[in-house]
């Protein structure tokens, strides 16, 4: 069974730094496209970024210049490196995979991490 485990949010003061880490682990085969979103209070879930399997990078026009989203394939790891950070990015950052394991390929999600922009 597959499983996505992130880590690295917290609660950071406007135009400070977080970096956060998805991992999946399992009897993956490979990891294609890989994606952050996130979800604020009372607002749909958006995608903040994505990587794929070759490292070609995409971002929400909203992240763009402050976001960097990196991938460690031996690790099978995603990063997600977020600089000067407003209070409008504080939300519940999720981890999105499309994987190949023995279940067939199949996308799934991260339990999310809580990411809380305050002075």
């Known amino acids: 069974q597959v499983q996505l485990v992130e880590s690295g949010g917290g609660l950071v003061q406007p135009g400070g730094s977080l970096r956060l880490s998805c991992a999946a682990s399992?009897?993956?085969?490979?990891?294609?496209?890989m994606d952050w979103y996130r979800q604020a209070p009372g607002k749909q879930r958006e995608l903040v970024a994505t990587?794929?399997?070759?490292?070609?990078?995409n971002y929400a026009d909203s992240v763009k210049g402050r976001f960097t989203i990196s991938r460690d394939n031996a690790k099978n790891t995603v990063y997600l490196q977020m600089n000067s950070l407003k209070p409008e990015d504080t939300a519940v950052y999720y981890c999105?995979?499309?994987?190949?394991?023995?279940?067939?390929?199949?996308?799934?999600w991260g339990q999310g991490t809580q990411v809380t922009v305050s002075s």
């Open positions: 990587i794929t399997s070759g490292g070609t990078t």
């Open positions: 999105n995979a499309d994987v190949d394991s023995y279940a067939g390929i199949r996308r799934y």
């Open positions: 399992g009897s993956i085969f490979s990891i294609n496209t």
